[in-house]
């Protein structure tokens, strides 16, 4: 369950923004991390594709189902052409890492701020609008949000690792600095975003308890989904150019990086990632399920809850699947219920551990084309066009850096 706290709150908030067909999304999931598991070994994550999810959230009016499955269904012909010819490689080097964390900062802080308003407002996701402030009180008031919220906060701390800390306890004993290790880990190993899902699925119920009867046993129909000439081209432009470097550094370069460290002896290549990511996306996003890829992230989150083969994601895998298969036709029903300011909650944690990968900027100029890239794709709500002017700066700086050094050269010379 480790990468659940990514998967459930962006699968969620596309459901009752987008109209997703949640059960479609659980079938094909599902299979994916059975197959997955089953190829590599290795608890190797099944994601949304987070840039493709925060342009849809946030944009849900003019970015809907047509648009997302055209944008999951180009990254993934690009990632397959670039693992077939061995291209990923050389596409990697040409990326900085710095525009790529200016992307990754950008859509994580569009999610939080897309999270705020589901927390505050009252939200008619029918229409794409925010109506009125949300009550304190109630199965969906500001109350049980900040509970929530503190909850997770209590349970994860900020996202780190459990790295202890034993400056103000050098005075206490073995045994009773042993018993706070062991309280601090066992805190720390409960699936927090999971049991708040639970919560408010029960809360779902409770706000209407009629849904229990109205929930019938099958699967959602599975349709092909129509995709027009604007479809294709809204979703090229708004969801697979800012995809596309975030897939090929997380879900094909870094992965295979940190399996390698996580499980020696385990390696693959990133050609194989690169295809099973656009396999995966060429198939599903055809019948409306969710865009996905791979994430270090989830992989280190699947680590972290103690996953340590193909088996555990296996498991996950046929859950989902058994979920859509037999009450894939009734889950929008009961959705429709869940509280939409614990949904927020969820998906705030999610954008903030987006963000956070900018993290590992180390110099002036790094941070420099990093914020330039963000302060683009946030104001011009284009990360798109975030991402081209990330590269133009990030270029000319090079060429800034090249003159100087040239004529450092060549005074050197005259001198």
């Known amino acids: 369950m480790g990468d659940l706290g990514t998967y459930i709150p962006i699968v969620l908030a596309l459901t009752l923004s987008t109209d997703l067909n949640l059960g479609t999304t659980l079938i094909f999931t599902g299979i994916y991390n059975i197959i997955t598991g089953a190829i590599y070994g290795v608890p190797m994550p099944v994601q949304p594709m987070k840039s493709i999810a925060a342009v849809a959230i946030s944009n849900s009016a003019e970015f809907g189902i047509p648009e997302i499955m055209a944008a999951g269904i180009c990254t993934g012909g690009i990632l397959l052409v670039l693992g077939v010819t061995g291209l990923m490689q050389l596409v990697y080097r040409l990326i900085p890492l710095s525009v790529v964390r200016g992307i990754q900062l950008s859509q994580g802080l569009s999610f939080a701020m897309t999270a705020v308003k589901y927390i ?56 009773e600095r042993s018993k706070r290790r062991r309280l601090k880990k066992i805190i720390a190993s409960l699936p927090s975003a999971f049991m708040v899902f639970l919560l408010g699925v029960v809360l779902a119920f409770i706000r ?51 399996s390698s460290d996580l499980f020696p002896g385990k390696d693959f290549s990133a050609t194989s990632v690169s295809v099973t990511v656009g396999v ?51 889950l929008v029903m009961i959705l429709d219920q869940f509280p939409v300011g614990v949904l927020g909650v969820l998906l705030l944690f999610a954008g903030v551990e987006l963000a ?60």
């Not at 849904?211 to 000439?229: C, F, H, M, Y």
């Open 120 to 175: 505050r407002k009252v939200q008619n996701f029918s229409k794409s609008k925010s109506g009125e402030n949300r009550h304190w009180l109630g199965l969906d008031g500001l109350v049980l949000a900040i509970a929530c919220c503190s909850f997770i906060i209590v349970v994860n701390g900020a996202g780190e690792e459990n790295n202890e800390r034993e400056t103000n306890s050098c005075n206490l004993d073995v045994e």
């Open 280 to 330: 995966m996306n060429l198939v599903g996003c055809w019948f409306g399920a969710m865009p996905c890829c791979h994430g270090a992230g989830g992989l280190a989150g699947q680590y972290k809850f103690g996953g340590r083969s193909g088996g555990c994601v296996a498991l996950l895998g046929a859950a989902k699947a058994i979920l859509g298969l037999l009450i894939g036709s009734s």
């Open 208 to 258: 209407k308890p009629k849904v229990a009867n109205s929930i019938k046993l099958g699967p959602s129909s599975i349709e092909l989904v129509k995709i027009s000439k604007h479809a294709w081209k809204e979703g090229f432009i708004k969801g697979t150019i800012p995809q596309l470097p975030l897939s090929i550094l997380n879900s094909v370069i870094a992965v295979c990086k940190l």
């Open 356 to 415: 956070m990968t900018s993290r590992d900027m180390n110099t002036k100029e790094e941070s420099f084309v990093m914020l330039i890239c963000t302060a683009v794709s946030l104001v011009g709500s284009s990360a798109a066009l975030g991402f081209v002017c990330g590269m133009a700066v990030h270029v000319l700086l090079k060429l800034r850096n090249w003159r100087k050094d040239q004529l450092r050269i060549w005074m050197h010379g005259s001198t």
